[in-house]
DNA sequence: TTTATGGCTGTCA
DNA sequence: ATGACAGCCATAA
């Protein structure tokens, strides 16, 4: 168990269907501004049964990034499709429609 | 302990 | 627009 990767889970959690955070932006509202790469190896641990919306978590201009096994960015453009989520013709995903903006910017630190 | 490698990102050429 | 680099620093070897 790591209280880091939990952490980013409950931002994870909280991103709604059909909008996208990217991996810099969850790391900010868990009150770790610039572990964006830290983000990716809590994403990358999760078991495959996870009830988590990890694919709703894209990087900073909207695309899906590479990972170890080529097919896990189809799976997850699939998810992400299934929740009406458009992807451009470049394969990105428009952040000023698709981006998740939080309301109040509560984050994991304080309050 | 040291090195290498990442599901990243902002900056600069 | 693309590509190289430098920070971030947890994990694995």
Redesign the pocket.
């Known amino acids: 168990m790591?209280a880091?990767?939990d952490r980013f889970y409950a931002v994870v959690r909280r991103i709604p269907r059909g909008r996208v955070a990217?991996?810099?932006?969850v790391a900010e509202l868990a009150g770790l501004p610039?572990?964006?790469?830290?983000?990716?190896?809590?994403?990358?641990?999760?078991p495959s049964d996870t009830v988590l919306p990890?694919?709703r978590?894209?990087?900073?201009?909207g695309r899906?990034?590479?990972?170890?096994d080529p097919d896990?960015i189809r799976y997850?453009r699939y998810l992400l499709e299934k929740e009406r989520v458009e992807f451009g013709e470049?394969d990105r995903i428009p952040l000023e429609r698709f981006g998740w903006r939080p309301r109040g910017a509560r984050r994991e630190a304080d309050t």
């Open positions: 790591s880091l990767y990217s991996y810099g932006q610039g572990r964006a790469r830290q983000v990716g190896y809590a994403l990358r641990a999760l990890w694919h978590v894209v990087d900073a201009r899906l990034s590479p990972r170890a896990g997850q470049d």
